[in-house]
């Protein structure tokens, strides 16, 4: 059973922007970490950004710090990652995930979205 639903991701073109949502169930929502991994093809999957359940402390990668942004909506259990200035580089799977304790296993995972960023 999937536990936390993504939506947006596509196809633009170099600079453009897109947005990520991810939905989560209250219990997940409220009390776990949420946050974005990417998984590029022969790559490994990275935490991109991540986002704290209390006070909303925020983590970045170095390689998206200043372009994407992690924010989530509590009326709607929705964590987003708006991604500005896209490059080539930044083409890949994207998961959602919630952990509880830790970023090396995280409890829960979204179905994964691609984006693909053309030059």
């Known amino acids: 059973q999937v536990e936390l639903v993504e939506s947006g991701g596509g196809s633009v073109q170099t600079g453009g922007s897109l947005r990520l949502s991810c939905t989560a169930p209250?219990?997940?929502?409220?009390?776990?970490?949420m946050g974005w991994f990417r998984q590029a093809p022969g790559k490994e999957r990275e935490l991109i950004a991540a986002i704290g359940w209390s006070y909303g402390s925020t983590y970045y990668t170095g390689s998206v710090k200043g372009r994407f942004t992690i924010s989530k909506d509590s009326a709607k259990r929705t964590v987003y990652l708006q991604m500005n200035s896209l490059k080539p580089e930044d083409t890949a799977a994207y998961f959602c995930?919630?952990?509880?304790?830790?970023?090396?296993?995280?409890?829960?995972w979204g179905q994964g979205t691609q984006v693909t960023v053309s030059s």
């Open positions: 995930a919630a952990t509880a304790r830790g970023w090396s296993t995280p409890d829960y």
């Open positions: 209250a219990r997940i929502f409220s009390t776990y970490y």
